[in-house]
């Protein structure tokens, strides 16, 4: 109990209180402490929900909430539709993805370092016809049906959440129609 002049303050303790402030604590220490291979099955089902491509890591696997989420795996691989009449296949050598933690809770996603090494991904159709209209029209090709595939990346790139983007021996094959294919070597 303190005294003011006058004024006596008591401090009541309930039980409740402390439990719930306890369990509270508890609850939200719990991701902290979790094992990395919880998170990689939580990381894999979200992508495959997302994408609709089955992703595996098949290679070593970190993941850390504090300062910074951050992701770091080696051979990922990927395969499946993107849509109904395009199949992807490829793989990651090695992939860093860092996150701002505090900015990620407040929903603004930045992120601070995302590095691929050897990507290397096949795409048999055409997809742009699955691009969304608000990217088609910020492109600045006259004919929006006539994109030129470099300015897509490009834009998608220079107009992300990305402050630092690598990478590193990448390849793309991308088969749009029996007649005509896009290849991009040593990205």
Avoid at 6 to 14: D, N, Q, V
Avoid at 112 to 137: C, V, Y
Avoid at 141 to 153: H, V
Avoid at 157 to 168: D, K
Wanted: with cysteine; aromatic share 14%.
């Amino acid at each position: 109990m303190f005294k003011f002049e006058g004024m006596e303050i008591k401090w009541t303790r309930s039980k409740t209180a402390s439990i719930i402030a306890v369990c509270l604590v508890v609850f939200m220490a719990i991701p902290f402490f979790l094992p990395s291979f919880i998170y990689q099955s939580i990381i894999e089902n979200r992508l495959e929900k997302t994408t609709g491509l089955d992703i595996e890591f098949t290679g070593d696997f970190s993941f850390s909430l504090l300062p910074y989420i951050r992701l770091e795996a080696d051979n990922v691989e990927f395969s499946g539709s993107l849509a109904k009449d395009v199949e992807t296949t490829g793989n990651i050598d090695h992939i860093i993805l860092e996150i701002g933690f505090w900015k990620f809770l407040t929903g603004n996603i930045h992120i601070h370092d995302f590095r691929l090494q050897a990507p290397k991904a096949t795409i048999n159709g055409d997809f742009l016809r699955l691009m969304p209209e608000w990217i088609r029209s910020k492109l600045r090709t006259a004919n929006k049906r006539d994109i030129r595939y470099e300015e897509a990346f490009l834009y998608l790139v220079e107009e992300s959440v990305f402050e630092f983007i690598e990478i590193s021996e990448g390849t793309i094959l991308w088969n749009k129609n029996n007649n005509e294919s896009v290849s991009i070597q040593k990205m």
